[in-house]
């Protein structure tokens, strides 16, 4: 069976027709003020619908650019948001689509994360109507196309263990991309109030007080966290916004934010 997992939020969180797709992702990268940056390694990203958090995801992608034609393959970290489990999900789907075409998914080392057995799973459920990872493709299409993804859902998990877990996977060329938005429904003031304390934590490389923060990924967070802590990553806000800049509704609001996590460039 050849294993293709299809897009489940596409003319939804972001355009289904591939030419407004391509045009949209391409404007909101041109219009990034962040310049490619060789020297990223990390990124944190938002993952909601590209009308509310597109401007914020394309400044980190704009940093992440400078590894065009030189990524080996990217990690991407995500939480499931509809589906309750404990550990790290992977299932071996050759490749991921969008309407831009398909995302070639790293079975070998998905396959050599499985043998290590827990905190990691083979588990299907998770990844069929999860967007957290499948918002990042179309940027990573653009900003980094041919790179190759290695796609993991986050259940109930220590971060640490994780970060353990994956930090000898990591060789040169390797990015890791861990998927998050920031505080939910709160008023516009108390959202940017608690997602300061929550970016302080971060910047910080507090990874204890990033997997207790209000960020619905914030264990995937955590883990890039713990993997930047130790491999001496700085982290850089590269951009923080609320969804209020797009609805205009104050009242209501989710918080964004694009981080780099910065090591050695290619």
């Given at each position: 069976?050849?294993?293709?997992?299809?897009?489940?939020?596409?003319?939804?969180?972001?355009?289904?027709?591939?030419?407004?797709?391509?045009q949209d992702v391409e404007g909101l990268l041109q219009r990034a003020r962040s310049s490619p940056d060789p020297g990223i390694r990390g990124l944190l990203s938002p993952?909601?619908?590209?009308?509310?958090?597109?401007?914020?995801?394309?400044?980190?992608?704009?940093?992440?650019?400078?590894w065009q034609g030189r990524a080996r393959r990217a990690f991407l970290l995500g939480p499931s948001h509809f589906v309750p489990f404990l550990g790290v999900a992977f299932y071996p789907y050759r490749a991921w689509a969008t309407p831009l075409g398909e995302v070639a998914v790293d079975l070998e080392g998905g396959s050599r994360l499985m043998e290590k057995g827990p905190p990691f799973v083979t588990y299907e459920e998770p990844f069929w109507e999860e967007h957290s990872l499948e918002v990042l493709l179309p940027f990573l299409q653009v900003a980094l196309p041919g790179t190759p993804i290695l796609p993991l859902l986050f259940g109930e998990v220590d971060p640490m263990e994780v970060a353990e877990a994956l930090l000898p996977e990591l060789g040169e060329g390797?990015?890791?991309?861990?998927?998050?938005?920031?505080?939910?429904?709160?008023?516009?003031?108390?959202?940017?109030?608690?997602?300061?304390?929550?970016l302080e934590r971060a910047l910080a490389l507090d990874?204890?007080?990033?997997?207790?923060?209000?960020?619905?990924?914030?264990?995937?967070?955590a883990t890039l966290t713990a993997l930047a802590k130790g491999l001496g990553w700085r982290?850089?806000?590269?951009?923080?916004?609320?969804?209020?800049?797009?609805?205009?509704?104050?009242?209501?609001?989710?918080?964004?934010a694009a981080v780099a996590y910065l090591g050695e460039g290619p």
């Open positions: 069976m050849d294993l293709v997992r299809p897009p489940a939020v596409a003319g939804y969180f972001y355009p289904q027709e591939a030419e407004r797709l391509r993952h909601a619908g590209y009308v509310y958090s597109g401007k914020v995801a394309a400044e980190g992608f704009g940093a992440l650019s400078a390797d990015l890791v991309l861990a998927s998050s938005d920031l505080s939910h429904y709160h008023p516009d003031p108390v959202a940017r109030k608690r997602d300061q304390k929550t990874v204890e007080g990033v997997a207790q923060g209000e960020a619905c990924g914030r264990l995937p967070w982290p850089r806000l590269l951009a923080y916004a609320t969804s209020a800049e797009a609805s205009h509704d104050p009242s209501r609001v989710v918080g964004y």
